[in-house]
Nanobody
């Protein structure tokens, strides 16, 4: 089992910055990729950024050049630095961890943290 706890959300004016953090606990040695997803009101959850165990990153086109995902050396924390925030970035942001279990690959999710950028 893996538990994920996010922090760092809030309200920020357009053009501002926020840094999200996600702390993993439990069977962290089994964690493979970690990432951030977001879900705006009335929309489907979408990938924002993902980072593999060896540091390879991938971003949604809408955040490239503005957001940066990183991971600590121990592999149990993932961060999302968000710059030049825009109203369309308003959403609940969820931390995700892909875990290799003996029974197969499983995704774990945090509880989500709200990011609001007023228009």
């Amino acid at each position: 089992q893996v538990q994920l706890v996010e922090s760092g959300g809030g309200l920020v004016q357009a053009g501002g910055s926020l840094r999200l953090s996600c702390a993993a606990s439990g069977s962290i040695f089994r964690i493979n990729a970690m990432g951030w997803y977001r879900q705006a009101s009335g929309k489907q959850r979408e990938l924002v950024a993902i980072i593999s165990r060896n540091g390879v990153t991938n971003y949604a086109d809408s955040v490239k050049g503005r957001f940066t995902i990183s991971r600590d050396d121990a592999g149990n924390m993932v961060f999302l630095q968000m710059n030049s925030l825009q109203p369309e970035d308003t959403a609940v942001y969820y931390c995700n961890a892909g875990v290799n279990l003996p029974s197969g690959y499983k995704n774990y999710w945090g509880q989500g943290t709200q990011v609001t950028v007023p228009s």
